[in-house]
Nanobody
C-alpha cells in the first residue's frame, strides 16, 4: 500500500508560480512511476505530467510544456510539480498518482491507476 499526500496548493495570480509536493509513504516509492493529474470544475480528470522512476524521463501534456516541471527525490519519497507562468485555465484540483506502469499514467487511464492522493486545490485569478 502506498499513501500519497499532496500539499502546496493555494491562490495565485495569473503569471505567478506555485510548487506542489506529493509525499509518499508505505511500499517502496522508487518502484513506482509518479504523475500529476488535475480536474477542473465540471471536467474530467486529465493527465498533466509523469516521471519515470528509474531514468527520470519526464512527459508533459502540451498545455503545460515549458511552464511546469515535475521532479522527484527518491531519498525523501517526494515528487514535486513546479508550476510557472500560471494561467486561469490551470485552476483545478491537482492529484498525485503512482503506478507501476508508466503508460497507465501517460494515457490517463484513471480507473486503472494504482494509487491516488486526495488532491490539492490550485486557483489562478486573473
Amino acid at each position: 500500500q502506498v499513501q500519497l499526500v499532496e500539499s502546496g496548493g493555494g491562490l495565485v495570480q495569473a503569471g505567478g508560480s506555485l510548487r506542489l509536493s506529493c509525499a509518499a509513504s508505505g511500499r517502496i516509492f522508487s518502484n513506482f512511476h509518479m504523475g500529476w493529474f488535475r480536474q477542473a470544475p465540471g471536467k474530467e480528470r486529465e493527465f498533466v505530467t509523469a516521471i519515470n522512476w528509474s531514468d527520470g524521463r519526464t512527459i508533459y501534456t502540451d498545455s503545460v510544456k515549458g511552464r511546469f516541471t515535475i521532479s522527484r527525490d527518491n531519498a525523501k519519497n517526494t515528487v514535486y510539480l513546479q508550476m510557472n507562468s500560471l494561467k486561469t485555465e490551470d485552476t483545478a484540483v491537482y492529484y498525485c498518482a503512482a503506478d507501476r506502469i508508466l503508460a497507465t499514467l501517460v494515457r490517463g487511464r484513471t480507473n486503472n491507476i494504482d494509487y491516488w492522493g486526495k488532491g490539492t486545490l490550485v486557483t489562478v485569478s486573473s
